[in-house]
């Protein structure tokens, strides 16, 4: 039986590249959607590469015909080109779902964010929770995918360990399990064939915030100095960063600042160790 046709929108970023991998590997015919082929060093004989600009739906005309299953991590992490949450996690997402309705495509795979659906008050998540609002009314066959946070976000932990301190809000107890890209895009090939709608995923490790901070402190071989600071600065910080930048700037600081207050755990998936992580990246 020939395997599912696959369009990947967003292969260039941390957990796209992960999933290109894995989708080569697992067999399916992979089409990937890049603004520039160039940067694409990757060749494999079951890999197409598409050049194209998800924010703007006249480049897309017809990209999902004789697709079997769309994947998008299609977001912004760090703001460039003038264009905000709405144009690229919203309006770029939608522009590929009216493709792929208009072209009969059996399934929409997102990947959003965990307790997206609480935080619709920031604006990263409030970009992504309408498409995912949008996608659950488009009549498509779907799966959301909702991680609560890449190794790669954790990497905040660890610049400030280089300097030998890491500053966290509250007392530290608070818990979370990132994961791994790779962990990460195994499941989300998997759930190309599972009846799962909506799922949450994180990685093997149950941590505490100190815990983590631990963990980046020894990584550069420094001594545990770990700074507690009381609430009340972190909202400040929030409303200055809030009323002094534009949500180009704030967007991700807002969501950091947010989550590092709630509890985002999530159930445990895959096998790499954050400590691992962390000590490949200080040897860099």
Known sequence: MAK????????????????????????????????????????????????????????LKNICKNIDIVISTVGITRQQDGLTYMDVDYQANANLIDEAKKSGVKKFIYISVLNGE?????KICEAKEKLVDYLKSSGLDYCIVRPNGFFSDMADFLKMAKGGKVYLFGDGKLKLNPIHGKDLATEVVNAINQDKNEFNIGGPDLLSQ???????????GKQIKIVHLPDWIRKVALWCVRTFT???????????????????????????KLENFFNSEARK
């Open 118 to 122: 609480k935080l619709r008050n920031l």
């Open 4 to 59: 599912e046709k696959v369009l990947l929108a967003g292969a260039t970023g941390y957990l796209g590249r992960f999933l290109t991998q894995k989708l080569i590997e697992k067999d399916y015919e992979t089409i990937i959607v890049v603004r520039n082929k160039e940067k694409v060093k990757l060749k494999a004989p079951n890999l197409e590469i598409i050049e194209a600009q998800v924010t703007k739906p006249d480049s």
């Open 210 to 220: 100190n815990e983590i901070a631990e963990l980046a402190l020894k990584a550069y």
């Open 246 to 272: 534009s949500s180009k700037t704030y967007g991700s600081i807002e969501f950091f600042m947010t989550t590092m207050v709630m509890d985002m755990t999530a159930p445990q998936f895959g096998e790499e």
